[in-house]
């Protein structure tokens, strides 16, 4: 694991964000996401992944079991990501429409102020059908807000279409003490947008395609018409479209709708960002302050993944760069484990929090392997209060029971859990569990010396100590070997 390091005051901090739209149609998850999430790429590492997944099966058993356990696409991505270093930082689910995001250990620490939150347009905001789910954070002090949308369908809705877009965005976390949508610094809004390409036949349009002349449609892509009028949408930026249309295919094929409806092809899936007031800092060079340019979005790449057949649409992703100015620059919580670990003997762990933190009693440090999948994927868990066994200005500790130690031992490292932030905000560097079989194998040599040493005599007498650990089990049989 990468160390979690301050920054040096005034560093630019660059992140890598890989962003992934995909209405399933109801599919189960394909065998391979390799090339969908670029893992073979020999660019710099992606520090963060976001999911935006549309018509994930929501029939009544489906969803209800998926309410109890993580659902399938969930569980599909974790298993893929968490071998790789991520932890699934947060989720949310409004029927069909599932957002996950990832992210690398090292930057856990500075995630803070997580909250999800949903908005329902389908049947007149009855029924979740259709509308946005949204993840936002504080990351490294900055606001950033993710949100999954699905728009109503069919080429002649879209004044519908903007009206439920433009309503998902007012009604995000209304009402909650915490900033509106188009009040983050950074909001990334994708999905199944559902726009269509207006005025056009579909042998014009499906001409156009087959001689890559996209650029003939782009004038009557409802979308880019309607960011020239609609004041709510004039801010967001979007990457050149310089792919073939994503919808409407036929199944594990790359031909458009070959069925009696043919549908017209159109960019329906779609991501979109937007900076907060980008226009409003520029100085009279037309370059921002220094002061000023404190985050920045950069697109590296926008393409659609047309080897994926689950579904009637092909998925898009865009890879972002984001360069900010750390506001914060150390984590609110150090921790260390004490000691050898083993499930031989309870154990140890110091930590030290800054005068900051929102202390609570709920707060928590739990053990993890280093693969773990997300926040509750924790092989035991100390209270910082209830365990506590002293403390000082400077640091303090609490125990973990040695029965809660996990015998096969291997790689684990301590998270420290803010409720009142809900969010790790402290993380140890990986350390090792010793496997309890080979501290027998060691007693068992140990023993074997012993009664070799009582047939030759060689043991003295020692005084018998209280048993529990390893140290005064070896006096124990030097004693008993000796008398």
């Not at 009142?420 to 074997?448: C, H, K, M, R, T």
């Amino acid at each position: 694991m990468e160390p979690a390091g301050p920054a040096p005051r005034g560093a630019v901090r660059e992140l890598r964000l890989h962003l992934v739209t995909w209405n399933v149609g109801t599919a189960s998850p394909p065998p391979d996401v390799t090339s969908l999430l670029q893992l073979n790429s020999l660019g710099p590492t992606v520090d963060m992944y976001v999911i935006g997944l549309q018509e994930v099966n929501s029939r009544i058993t489906n969803f209800l079991s998926d309410l109890a356990f993580d659902d399938p696409w969930s569980i599909f991505f974790m298993t893929v990501l968490s071998p790789l270093g991520y932890i699934k930082l947060s989720s949310i689910r409004m029927q069909g429409l599932l957002l996950l995001l990832f992210v690398k250990h090292v930057h856990l620490p500075f995630i803070r102020d997580i909250h999800t939150h949903y908005t329902r347009t389908g049947l007149y905001g009855y029924w979740g059908n259709k509308g946005g789910v949204t993840v936002r954070m504080s990351l490294y002090g900055h606001t950033v807000c993710f949100m999954n949308c699905h728009l109503p369908a069919h080429i002649e809705n879209t004044e519908q279409r903007l009206d439920d877009f433009e309503k998902i965005l007012e009604m995000q976390f209304e009402g909650e003490n915490i900033p509106s949508t188009l009040d983050h610094d950074v909001l990334f809004c994708f999905g199944d947008l559902n726009f269509r390409i207006a005025d056009y036949g579909i042998h014009f349009v499906r001409e156009s395609i087959n001689n890559k002349r996209y650029n003939l449609l782009w004038e009557k892509d409802q979308l880019n018409m309607a960011k020239k009028k609609e004041a709510f949408l004039q801010e967001f930026i979007e990457g050149p479209l310089q792919f073939k249309p994503t919808y409407k295919f036929d199944l594990y094929s790359d031909v458009y709708d070959t069925s009696e409806k043919k549908r017209k092809p159109a960019w329906t899936d779609r991501i979109l960002w937007r900076v907060k007031n980008l226009c409003q800092h520029v100085s009279k060079e037309g370059e921002f302050t220094e002061e000023e340019q404190t985050i920045s979005v950069t697109l590296n790449n926008y393409i659609s993944h047309m080897s994926y057949g689950i579904s009637d649409h092909k998925p898009v992703t865009g890879t972002f760069g984001l360069e900010l100015k750390p506001l914060l620059s150390h984590p609110l919580v150090t921790l260390n484990p004490e000691g050898e670990w083993s499930a031989e003997h309870d154990v140890l762990i110091s930590y030290s929090a800054a005068p900051e933190l929102p202390s609570s009693a709920w707060d928590w440090i739990g053990l993890f392997k280093v693969a773990f999948r997300h926040v509750n994927d924790y092989v035991t868990y100390a209270w910082v209060e209830d365990d506590e066994i002293s403390s000082n200005k400077d640091s303090k500790q609490v125990y973990m029971s040695a029965a809660e130690i996990p015998d096969m031992g291997g790689e684990f490292l301590l998270c420290y859990y803010s409720n009142n932030l809900q969010s790790i905000v402290g993380i140890s560097q990986p350390f090792q569990v010793i496997y309890l079989e080979a501290l027998f194998n060691v007693d068992v040599i140990f023993i074997s010396f012993a009664f070799m040493c009582l047939n030759v005599g060689v043991c003295s007498c020692v005084n018998p100590g209280r048993s529990g650990s390893r140290s005064n089990y070896k006096k124990d049989m030097c004693w008993l070997t000796s008398h």
